[in-house]
């Protein structure tokens, strides 16, 4: 008996499957053409040429290869799944979705359709829906750990960080070189504010694949917006590193336990040893910006008497973290408008749990300095009129209420400089809520925009740093802030300036 039709298609089908494995795209689709010429009903001979065609990336006669197998057996499900995928692959959803659904309804245990469905959903931002098919996809076959990743992804698009990140360590768990899901996995730690682990996930990744770009982003973005830009150049600052210092060597004695909150580099730490501490605690929020403390006090000349400790100040204990009530308490955690780092959070809580009755405290006090202001480059930055022979003037509604300003900033003064609050660091009632009116002379006539702002600290008596408009460089800025409608102002009038604040918040207005 000779070779049949059915037994040639048969044997042609096994090369097909060769060739693709061998990645041999134009024989295979040869192979697979010679299969359904030798046994044109036969639906699996479609559904092959169908895929060889679907791997060389021709979805549309992919497409009609499967057609074609469905017109022999409507009831075949891998044809469906595989009709489905080419319409996924052209971008038309909405068919792949009804062609899948086919074949899941012919065959529900069809673990590709589900990952399919799944992937339909997700494109179709159905994340849900995504993420039903690959928990029914992995319950048919759990040991398909790529539906994990999958799943991951789904979670990770819709928000639920934590789930991506319970389903990207399951994956990472067998397959722990993926440097794709380790960066995926970095991502949906930062957003889940696990910094350290996202860190050590873009590391690896990293360590595996030098020179990721996606890699390199999400460690140097993640470093980035834990250490913000100003850290630098403030430590650049002579004036303000030099105030410091001699503030401290004035309020620092040899009996002294200092307790520092936010170590930063460590400068005011080591200034504080330098100056004869017995012994200083620091604190620092930031662990990466702890760990580059640490390892720069430890190979300085005050190793001994200096312990980093990498914790925000209100989770301190005494005994636990410092060994004792501190002497003295040094910061520098001033935003520029004063409270927005949480000087006063800090420094309350420091103040009710951290020291000893009567400590002194570097800087000792600070106002929140205010000017009335107007001038062409206000103007400039607050107000529209026509544009292009366009009236735009309504547009200035949308103003921002506040922003920081260059540091040498032109302005006109329309009244004194003004301490419009005054904060003492020992007294606990100077740091406390405040809803209050402050009523400004006029000193000059002009249009005013409302109220340009500067920190002035005593950092110990006599010591004093400024960062006023017209006179320093300082890493501080400026903030202005505007009040919702511009005035006409003549000397002699009063404007009301309305302060509020609560904990790390400011809002600032005319009233
Ligand atoms: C403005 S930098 C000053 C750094 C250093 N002390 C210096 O003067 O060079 C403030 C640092 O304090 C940290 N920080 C702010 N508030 C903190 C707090 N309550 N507890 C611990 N660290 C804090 C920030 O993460 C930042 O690194």
Redesign the pocket.
Known sequence: MGETPADRARALLVEVQRHLAAGRLDAAEAAARQAATAAPGVAECHNALGVALRVAERFDEAAGAYAAALAIDPANARAHNNLGDVHRLRGDHAAAVAAIRQALALDPGHVEAWRNLALCHHALEEHEAAAEALRRALALAPGQVQLHYALGKVEHDRGAHAAAVAAYRVFLASVPDHVEALVDLGMALVELGADGEAIAAFERALALRPGDAAAEFGLRETIARL?PP??IP??NEPQ??LA?REAIRAVVGPDDHVL??????????LLSAEAGARRVTT????DV?AAEARSIVARSRYADRVAVVG????ALQVGVDLPEKADVLV????ADDFVG??VLT?LVDARRRLLKPGARMVPARGDFMGVLVGGAYLEYLLELGEVCGFDMASFARLRPWRQAVPQRIDYDALSDDLALIGYDFADLDSMQPIDRTVPVTVTRAGRCYGVLQWIRLELAPGVTYENHPRSTESVWNKVLYAFPEPRDVRPGDVVDVRLWQRGDYLYLTGA
């Open positions: 250490t100003w850290h403030m430590m303000r590193n410091y520092e909150i936010g170590t930063g580099a460590g400068l005011l730490a604190c620092e929020m930031v910006v914790k925000r100040s209100t910061s520098e955690i001033l780092e949480g800090s």
